[in-house]
């Protein structure tokens, strides 16, 4: 009788498996084969592909651009020439299953618009690859822990796209609140938002079923700001969201406005918008106060304690840093620094916001 053949993705699955109970004694991740760099795809090739990530990954030395998926065909001649893709690491959204049998490919980097972030998350997964998925991770928290819960069916990584919690004044703020360094925390300021339009009406961020306006765009900077500069988790949320270019927003909000209750009685304000530009984080403490201003730009993060300690821009590229990390954490097959659980928090409190905003800023209590 002839043994059973058995897919691509079903070997890795279960070589995975094993490699992971003989290094660690219990069941673990698919680990990536013996090679220098990681191949990444992009699923998705806006602004954010194009401006940071593919650059980014030129820039990287535990991953590299390999692949790309892509809905617009005319965008595929100028990527392949760009940056040598072979024909065989191109893909549309419905051939991306098809990536399981691409021994190239280790990562699939979701970079879609938020509600079409699941669909492809999910795909990737069952393909037997690492997800990264961009941040909002999705839609709500079913949608959330969908996404989770394939990634370890499969027995691959997820990471969500958390710049920031890589950039090291973030990590030394990070720091202070973690060993008390100016004392017991007692109130958090942070906002994060942008004074500009998008007046193409087919932009996903004017489309509220797409994960448009400015509190899924924005607003997760400032609510994760607030999470990692205390280092606890939010039991209240309030909020309020309005629009004033109606012509523009009548579908999402332009202006989002939110506070979160802390465990012992600590307070955060928050705020995002699409019509005025803010970018900072402001701790303040018993014994001092330390701030980030800017606190999540693509360049220039920079912040000040009341000691007069400076915190000097980083001159290395963000999204190269989160990459590399994400792609070592692969390698050595621990947890990656933003995994999905922090996206899933994000996104409860963000509906959290919204349904307060429906309800008059009422007081919500977060499970």
């Not at 690859?129 to 394939?150: G, L």
């Not at 705020?271 to 001092?288: A, I, M, P, R």
């Not at 990390?325 to 994000?346: C, Q, T, Y």
Request: aromatic share 8%; hydrophobic share 35%; proline share 6%.
């Amino acid at each position: 009788m002839m043994p059973k053949k058995i897919s691509r993705k079903q070997f890795l699955k279960h070589a995975g498996t094993a490699i992971g109970i003989a290094a660690t004694g219990f069941p673990s991740i698919i680990l990536p084969r013996k090679r220098d760099k990681l191949g990444v795809a992009l699923v998705g090739l806006g602004g954010y592909s194009t401006g940071r990530l593919a650059p980014g990954l030129q820039l990287t030395e535990h991953c590299e651009l390999r692949g790309i998926v892509t809905g617009t065909p005319s965008k595929i001649p100028r990527w392949q020439r760009e940056y040598d893709i072979p024909d065989k690491n191109v893909y549309s959204y419905e051939t991306l299953p098809d990536v399981a049998n691409n021994d190239d490919i280790d990562i699939l980097y979701i970079v879609t618009p938020p509600a079409i972030h699941m669909r492809d998350a999910i795909r990737a997964a069952e393909a037997g690859k690492h997800v990264w998925c961009e941040k909002p991770m999705a839609m709500n928290e079913e949608e959330c822990r969908a996404i989770i819960n394939t990634a370890e069916k499969n027995g691959v990584f997820l990471s969500i796209g958390y710049r920031m919690q890589h950039e090291p004044n973030t990590q030394t703020i990070i720091g202070y609140g973690e060993n008390n360094t100016f004392g017991k925390i007692t109130a958090v300021q942070t906002g994060a938002g942008y004074n500009g339009a998008h007046p193409d009406p087919t932009n996903w961020r004017r489309i509220g079923r797409l994960g448009g306006g400015a509190l899924y765009d924005m607003g997760v900077y400032p609510i994760n700001a607030a999470r990692y500069s205390t280092g606890m988790e939010p039991l209240t949320v309030s909020g309020r969201q309005w629009s004033e270019r109606t012509d523009m927003y009548s579908d999402v909000d332009e202006f989002t406005e939110f506070e979160l209750g802390f465990p012992g009685g600590l307070m955060a304000k928050g705020e995002t918008s699409f019509g005025k530009s803010v970018n900072y984080l402001n701790v303040e403490c018993t014994d001092g106060w330390y701030r980030l201003e800017p606190m999540q730009s693509y360049t220039g993060v920079q912040g000040e304690t009341s000691e007069g300690t400076r915190l000097p821009p980083d001159p290395n590229h963000q999204q190269a840093r989160q990459m590399d990390n994400d792609a070592l954490a692969i390698k050595e097959n621990r947890k990656p620094l933003v995994p999905g659980s922090e996206g899933l928090r994000d996104i409860q409190i963000v509906n959290a916001i919204m349904e307060s905003s429906r309800n008059g800023g009422a007081r919500i209590e977060l499970s």
